[in-house]
């Protein structure tokens, strides 16, 4: 699991306090005195959230400790809260082709146009996007629909034609997804 980052910017006196707790915590902390030093801990780092003091406008994942003093353990709550926040939105949007999806409300975007999906759909997008090669019915059928069985049914291909076409009625792409003598994939 990829630690996260806690970078307290502008804070000294909360960095040495949360230093010397550094071993019992469940993310890494870093400090950052000037903009530049938080630019450069902060890039290629989508799990990094910064706390300070007093609010800045143009910085993005930003808690403001503005209620001290605080029990150092409500402290440590409130910034798992946020760490889970973030994860929750940088999980949420995948970007397919020139598609966003949009995990958490089950939307399939492209300029400014959305479709509404259900669980299933978005669970069958995602998987099949995730494959190189195309999968086949059998594979659809044991990892998103958890079904298993030697009887022939026709779940996945009623549920991909209704699909494709909610995708061509939307988007006017008949060929998002795809149909191969192995199995379905996304172009």
Sequence with gaps: MIKQNLIIYKFNSLYHILEELDLDLNFKITFADTKDSLKNKTINHNN???????????????????????????????????????????????????????????????????????????????????????????????EVWSYHSDIETHTVETHIYRLRKKISNTFNDKDFIISKKNGYQIK
């Design 48 to 142: 990094s959230l910064i706390i300070s003091n007093s609010k800045y406008a143009d910085i993005g994942n930003h808690f403001v400790l503005e209620n001290i003093p605080i029990n150092i353990f409500k402290l440590i709550e409130k910034v798992n809260i946020e760490f889970l926040k973030l994860q929750f939105n940088n999980q949420s949007e995948m970007k397919i082709n020139n598609y966003t999806i949009d995990i958490n409300s089950r939307e399939m975007i492209i300029n400014n146009t959305k479709l509404k999906l259900t669980e299933k759909e978005i669970n069958t997008i995602t998987y099949l996007s995730k494959s190189k090669k195309p999968v086949s019915i059998d594979e659809l059928q044991a």
